[in-house]
């Protein structure tokens, strides 16, 4: 037998970053929201112990070793209930690969949900968030999706209230950016100033509630946009495509590379996606729309 699991993308809508703590990690006040492009994970019995194998869209670039948060969540797994992790995790990708919508952590979500399955380990909702924790910040919202508040270093999660759906098109870039880069970029250009504490935006959220995507674009905002911008200077070039084209707010998606468009609706997306592509500001560009459910077995 085998388990398939469609685990969701990522955008952040507020993402505020605080300053570095003393364990190197930094608080945060993430706003996440789960959006329509999907990876799945697929986990099997495997006599010759632990395997990985992916295909899709730059699946040349994921690890295949147990560097992999899908691998890294089987072990997680296995070694808490006491068993050998002999499983062939296979991912299907369609998230982009190192662009900022948490790729990685949605193929160890996506993993931990598909072992447990397998195994029957009947672990808890609980003991399932607790080891995403342990994985990665981002790792427990791909498990949980929706949208939600992540605090902390992005781990503690709030699910939040949204009144409708939200249309974004993606553009994918043409190189990746490492996500500790670009938070050391962030700690370089705020070395001479004092960096408040992190705070959810009052009227984001409520934003959010009301599934108002005006007043969601007054709102979005993402702290490492600088540092992004800094390590890879031609993404403000896809921005301002973007938002010539007519979408509501152009933001880059968590550490970037990808930038996110926020739309007025589908149609609006679709247009705003064409004009994208025919700019040349971009490798690829994707239309999808949030909140979505998180990890699911399918």
């Known amino acids: 037998m085998s388990v398939t699991v469609r685990v969701p993308a990522k955008v952040n809508v507020q993402l505020a970053v605080g300053a570095a703590r003393p364990d190197g990690f930094h608080e945060l006040a993430n706003v996440f929201l789960a959006v329509s492009l999907y990876d799945e994970v697929t986990a099997t019995p495997s006599p010759d112990g632990l395997r990985i194998t992916c295909a899709g869209p730059d699946a040349a670039q994921v690890p295949l070793d147990r560097t992999n948060l899908a691998a890294r969540a089987a072990l997680a797994l296995a070694g808490r209930?006491?068993?050998?992790?002999?499983?062939?995790?296979?991912?299907?990708?369609?998230?982009?690969?190192?662009?900022?919508?948490?790729?990685?952590?949605?193929?160890?979500?996506?993993?931990?949900?598909?072992?447990?399955?397998?195994?029957?380990?009947?672990?808890?909702?609980?003991?399932?968030?607790?080891?995403?924790?342990?994985?990665?910040?981002?790792?427990?919202?791909?498990?949980?999706?929706?949208?939600?508040?992540?605090?902390?270093?992005?781990?503690?999660?709030?699910?939040?209230?949204?009144?409708?759906?939200?249309?974004w098109v993606f553009a994918m870039a043409s190189r990746g950016l490492s996500t500790p880069a670009v938070f050391r970029e962030f700690d370089r250009l705020a070395e001479a100033r004092e960096i408040p504490e992190p705070v959810a935006s009052r009227e984001l959220l409520g934003a959010l509630a009301k599934g108002d995507a005006e007043a969601l674009?007054?709102?979005?905002?993402?702290?490492?946009?600088?540092?992004?911008?800094?390590?890879?200077?031609?993404?403000?070039?896809?921005?301002?495509?973007?938002?010539?084209?007519?979408?509501?707010?152009?933001?880059?998606?968590?550490?970037?590379?990808?930038?996110?468009?926020?739309?007025?609706?589908?149609?609006?997306?679709?247009?705003?996606?064409?004009?994208?592509?025919?700019?040349?500001?971009?490798?690829?560009?994707?239309?999808?729309?949030?909140?979505?459910?998180?990890?699911?077995?399918?």
Not at 98 to 119: I, K, P, R, V, Y
Not at 136 to 158: I, N, Y
Not at 251 to 265: C, M
């Open 81 to 167: 209930y006491g068993r050998t992790p002999d499983v062939h995790l296979h991912i299907a990708k369609d998230i982009p690969v190192a662009g900022g919508m948490a790729g990685g952590s949605a193929d160890g979500a996506g993993a931990l949900l598909a072992c447990d399955a397998l195994w029957g380990t009947g672990a808890s909702r609980e003991e399932l968030l607790d080891i995403c924790a342990e994985l990665g910040s981002d790792v427990p919202f791909s498990l949980v999706g929706g949208a939600a508040l992540g605090t902390g270093r992005g781990e503690r999660l709030t699910e939040l209230e949204v009144g409708g759906a939200f249309h």
């Open 217 to 298: 674009a007054a709102t979005v905002t993402n702290d490492l946009q600088p540092a992004a911008l800094s390590l890879f200077p031609e993404l403000a070039d896809t921005l301002a495509a973007g938002r010539a084209a007519g979408a509501l707010a152009s933001l880059v998606s968590g550490s970037g590379p990808t930038t996110a468009f926020l739309a007025r609706d589908a149609e609006a997306a679709e247009a705003v996606a064409a004009a994208l592509r025919a700019s040349g500001a971009c490798r690829d560009v994707r239309t999808a729309s949030g909140p979505v459910a998180g990890a699911t077995v399918v």
